[in-house]
């Protein structure tokens, strides 16, 4: 993207309001992913006829918007479905800056990305406007984006406001799309092959995973398996924490507990009682 440099030009007065995206480009043309080409579909609907003739009577079609690189606009510009080549068929047709009272979000940061800069003025400043290009269609207005000002064909000036961020891509000729830290922190080279690998992104870092912790085996002596193994069998034998004084005294005491004698085997062939009954 080349740098934005302060320029004197001539101004392609379109006076209607609410012009959406869709009027600027019309969607048969977004098919494409390049610019080449897009300033010719600008405006396309107003510029030509059904049969394709150029209408004499659109602005771009005089010999004055021929050669206008600043375009103003009525109240509103750009509003309507989100499309970047909105602005691209305005900056391949030659536009560099379109005034207006007001612009839709989304078109003004698509332009500012893309070498178009949208000058907000106030109502009296854009009627100022229209009134001298309608008397002389050769007045021009200079825009300096340094200074956030345009001067008026009369030689007064008005500032106009912009995002600080994209002000500075603009200036500098750099993309918005790289890291904010590297534009405004680190000098840029002529080529983006000469800028270092780590100021563009830095290396990723992997932390390794730190080993889980042991984890407890059933043998483990100290396991809470092995435990209540353990107690279960003192508690068999009479010497568990349930068992009573006498029996931990006494090891040969049978313990308390009723013990539940074993069914006897089944003998092979021999007919088994039904359900419930001995």
Known sequence: MEKFTKFTGRIAPLPIDNVDTDQIIPARFLKTISKVGLGDQLFCDWRYDEQGNPNPDFILNKP?????????????????????????????????????????????????????????????????????????????????????????????????????????????????????????????????????????????????????????????????????VRRSIQRDRGLGPMASRSSALDPGRVSSRRRVPARAPVRSGARRSPRGCR
Do not use: M
């Not at 907000?120 to 008397?135: G, H, P």
């Not at 995002?163 to 750099?174: P, R, S, T, W």
């Not at 799309?177 to 983006?192: F, I, N, Q, W």
């Open 64 to 228: 004055e918007g021929k050669a206008a690189q600043v375009l103003l606009a009525g109240d509103n510009f750009g509003c309507g479905s989100s499309r970047e080549h909105a602005p691209w068929a305005l900056t391949q047709y030659g536009f560099r800056a379109v005034i207006s009272t007001s612009f839709a979000d989304i078109f003004r940061g698509n332009a500012v990305k893309n070498s178009l800069v949208p000058i907000t003025v106030s109502r009296d400043a854009q009627e100022k406007l229209f009134k001298a290009v309608a008397e002389n269609p050769a007045v021009t207005v200079t825009v300096d984006l340094a200074q956030q000002k345009l001067v008026l064909p009369d030689g007064s000036a008005v500032e106009f406001p912009i995002d600080e961020f994209a002000k500075h891509c603009l200036l500098d000729g750099v993309d918005e799309l790289l890291p904010r830290d590297l534009l405004l922190g680190v000098e840029l080279k002529e080529s983006a092959d000469e800028i270092p690998t780590h100021a563009v992104r830095p290396p990723l870092r992997i932390d390794p995973i730190p080993p889980s912790p042991r984890k407890k085996t059933w043998g483990s002596p100290t396991s809470e398996a092995a435990i209540c």
